[in-house]
């Protein structure tokens, strides 16, 4: 799993320092365990479970850890999948309905926030889009009939009831969440979760369809086990996909973090004084959720997690509007926004955004490190390097790689595992050079060439 940089000391002792916190603290062995934010190296958050994981942690293991790890990871989910259904009976859901847990280490939700506890909803379709990543880079089709199709019906089953039908919209709305921007509470229509929920409801269906054709016994047994009725359900979780409500504000041509996004006033994170950062250190809560600023990738997480949804220019004027807007007051923030810059071939934001996720603990950015270190976070490290700097894709069951490398290095290179493959890959600023370590012979693509 090293990451080898050559002409730049302080990223190279970083990412080092990330990669081992990382391999400290999870093997991998035990689908009962899981990754607490701190690892082991301090109190906060108890050692619980986050949605961390799914949306940073998987990538790391998929393509430096044999697939087991990964799958492991999410066959915890499947193990408490029970726990997720009953938890989401107590907020007055039925049918099978799932709601996994912000916080937890059996299960069950143990937040003592109920603006997080009840409203930050998106974890489930973290979870979701963890088992399509799994997926979509091991080919492991076989996991949706054994665990995923399961997680994925309880899932759905929970964003159909969590909808309801504004007459006013004609469109489906969902209201009373906060989305992964925490300096907001209780905002309707949260433009990422009303997105990623829509693709949990589609992904669903594509999920049992896979699952029918491959294994038909499997899936009526999965039928009847969930009490599922394909027909009608199907049918409601398309229909609240295909008319679901995104705020979008056409003069500036964004997707709004949600709705009245644009009535606060509207300051750039430049215009702070340097006094009042951190905000959640200086400012009252009151003040803060009356602000237009942002504690980390929100629009933007939606962004990374779909990227193939949105042409380049969206994608660059939205980054203008939100990153000017953002404080990366959470150790996930910095990654996002390095890989997506990254994207726009804006060498200077992202190399700037890895170092800052990359030394965050090193340099004690937050003023925090005091608490234990960002595990989490350092993985969003690694993401920074492969799928930002080396640009590394997985697309209709092939790599492709849109490198480049920041002016600041002569060359970086990393080891991957691709399907049972292993690919050892340096990049200088004018070649990318890539050595199956394999028996079978592999396609890639680099840019818009596809090599043997």
């Known amino acids: 799993s090293d990451i080898v940089i050559e002409g730049d ?21 035990d689908a009962r365990l899981n990754i607490g934010p701190k690892g082991f190296t301090g109190e906060k958050y108890g ?29 915890y989910r499947y193990k408490h999948l029970q726990k997720a259904i009953e938890n989401a009976e107590k907020l007055g859901f039925n049918n099978g ?15 003592n926030e109920w603006e997080i506890t009840f409203e930050e909803i998106h974890r489930n379709g973290a979870i979701a889009f963890a088992i399509h990543n799994y997926i ?13 199709l399961e997680v994925l019906i309880g899932i759905a089953r929970f964003w159909k009831q969590r909808v309801n039908w504004s007459g ?16 907001e509470n209780n905002i309707s229509n949260n433009w990422y979760t009303n997105t990623l929920a829509a693709w949990c409801l589609n992904y669903a269906v594509d999920a049992a369809g896979i699952v029918e054709k491959n294994a038909p016994a499997l899936y009526l047994d999965i039928v009847k086990k969930t009490k599922l009725d394909a027909t009608q ?31 606060k006033e509207q300051m750039l994170v430049s215009e702070l004084p340097e006094a009042d950062r951190p905000l959640n250190q200086k400012w009252s809560w009151d003040r803060i959720l009356r602000s237009c600023f942002i504690k980390q990738a929100d629009v933007l997480q939606g962004f990374y997690f779909f990227e193939d949804n949105f042409d380049l220019e969206t994608l660059r004027r939205n980054f203008s509007f939100y990153e000017s807007r953002t404080v990366h007051e959470s150790s996930l923030s910095p990654c996002v926004h390095s890989i997506l810059a990254s994207r726009l071939n804006d060498g200077e934001k992202a190399y700037e955004f890895y170092l800052r996720t990359a030394r965050l603990d090193l340099d004690d950015y937050n003023n925090d490190t005091e608490d234990g270190l960002h595990i989490t976070s350092m993985a969003g490290t690694w993401m920074s390097i492969v799928e930002g700097f080396a640009g590394m894709r997985v697309r ?19 080891n991957i595992t691709f399907r049972g493959i292993t690919l050892k890959i340096k990049l200088t600023a004018d070649q990318i050079s890539i050595n199956n370590e394999g028996a079978e012979t592999l396609q890639v693509q680099v840019k818009d060439h596809v090599y043997e």
């Open 233 to 263: 359900e199907f049918g409601e979780w398309k229909n609240v996909a295909d008319n679901m409500y995104y705020p979008y504000d056409e003069k500036q041509g964004v997707f709004l973090q949600q709705d009245g996004y644009l009535d």
């Open 97 to 111: 309905a799932a709601l996994y847990p912000m916080v937890t280490m059996n299960g069950e939700e143990c937040h």
């Open 136 to 148: 979509r880079y091991t080919g492991d089709e076989s996991y949706l009939q054994e665990y995923g």
């Open 168 to 183: 006013d919209k004609n469109k489906f709305v969902m209201l009373g969440v906060t989305g992964p921007n925490e300096y």
């Open 396 to 414: 209709n069951d092939q790599l492709k790689f849109s490198p480049f490398v920041p002016q600041q290095w002569k060359s970086f290179s990393f």
């Open 47 to 75: 050692g619980s479970t986050y949605w961390d994981t799914e949306a940073y942690c998987i990538p790391f293991y998929l393509a430096t850890a044999p697939a087991e790890v990964s799958k492991n990871l999410l066959i």
């Open 9 to 29: 000391v302080a990223a190279q002792q970083a990412i080092r320092f990330n990669i081992f916190q990382m391999n400290q603290t999870y093997t991998g062995k």
